[in-house]
């Protein structure tokens, strides 16, 4: 089965015009607040989780894995469904950087957050179902591009994760689900740095929430020094991917 999610490219362009004026200043995330980081619905250890167990094939847990964060993604995401929409989230933002889609061709889509959301569900949901893909008979082998697939899916699973702690977090608040996420989140990141399934490059936008949810994972700071830096010296510039 082809892969119909194509890579994202990574082109950085500045958004602001030379006009003399100081930028204006980057709103405060309220997902950093420690009154809601600290909020979890369980304080299993996670790091231990995500490692793989003895006597199990590596493509089986990266699979099993995978299917599930997958479903519990996006049923984060449907928690939060009706307030992203095509008039308020225009774009497919985080922060600073807004993604757009590849389709078969490799054509540059401009789409709306939810327009994108589906576009990754669906295409994720027709790889996790199919048998020669992720098969679930016994006996039969993975592909040997089951790896790069399971990078890919994480990659745009990550997006939906970051998009809703930057754009519909008040939401989250507001339904009491900020533990959930949480948790989720913690659990997914410390699984994609277990097996280096997602470039760090990737994931530094969300450096300062992943340094603070994540930090009980000894020194797995991606950046907490030189990515605060650059984050900083970027946060004026809208970024495309």
Known sequence: MEFIICSLCCCWKSKGKPNGKKPA???????????????????????????????????????????????HINLQYSTISEFCTGESCQTMAVCNTQYYWYDERGKKIKCTAPQYVDFVMSSVQKLVTDEDVFPTKYGKEFPNSFESLVKKICKYLFHVLAHIYSSHFKETLALE?????????????????????????????????????????????????????????????????
């Open 25 to 71: 200043p980057e709103e405060k995330k309220l997902y950093l607040e420690p009154e809601y980081t600290k909020s979890r619905i369980t304080d299993f250890e996670f790091k231990e989780l995500v490692m793989l167990p003895r006597e199990i094939d590596l493509n089986e847990w990266l699979a099993s894995n995978t299917t599930t964060f997958f479903h």
């Open 177 to 241: 689900l900020h533990g959930h996420l949480n948790t989720l989140y913690t659990h997914f990141i410390l699984f994609i740095r277990e097996f280096n399934l997602v470039d760090p490059k990737e994931t530094t936008i969300m450096d300062d929430l992943t340094e603070v949810l994540c930090s009980t994972s000894g020194s797995s700071s991606n950046g907490s020094g030189n990515g605060s830096s650059n984050s900083a010296g970027a946060q004026n510039h809208v970024k495309e991917r």
